[in-house]
Nanobody
Framework: QVALVEFGGGTVQAGGSLRLSCVAS????????MGWFRQAPGKEREFVAS???????TYADSGKGRFTISRDNAKNMVSLQMSSLKPEDTAVYYC????????????WGQGTQVTVSS
């Protein structure tokens, strides 16, 4: 497994922007697909975005056009740039990693809180 540490969460007003980052250690980062998930109070964890080891990205409908996922293999880092934030984006955001041959994300960070005030 790979160890993941997220940072960059905080409180922002609706319409604002925030950038989350996640640093990985312990394995060859470039062999891993990386993802961001979130969990709001009282709700199940949901997919936000992912970026493959090859660079291709996928987004949940909720974030399309507002969120951008990127990775820097030299820094073992994946980031999520969030703009036009809405109160419904409030959640704990988790970074996750999946070796490119694995079917599921098996490594998770501790989460970082994002709060969007109206």
């Amino acid at each position: 497994q790979v160890a993941l540490v997220e940072f960059g969460g905080g409180t922002v007003q609706a319409g604002g922007s925030l950038r989350l980052s996640c640093v990985a250690s312990g394995r060859t980062f470039s062999n891993y697909d990386m993802g961001w998930f979130r969990q709001a109070p009282g709700k199940e964890r949901e997919f936000v975005a992912s970026i493959m080891w090859s660079g291709g990205s996928t987004y949940a409908d909720s974030g399309k056009g507002r969120f951008t996922i990127s990775r820097d293999n030299a820094k073992n880092m994946v980031s999520l740039q969030m703009s036009s934030l809405k109160p419904e984006d409030t959640a704990v955001y988790y970074c996750a990693a999946r070796h490119y041959i694995d079917p599921v994300f098996g490594s998770w960070g501790q989460g970082t809180q994002v709060t969007v005030s109206s």
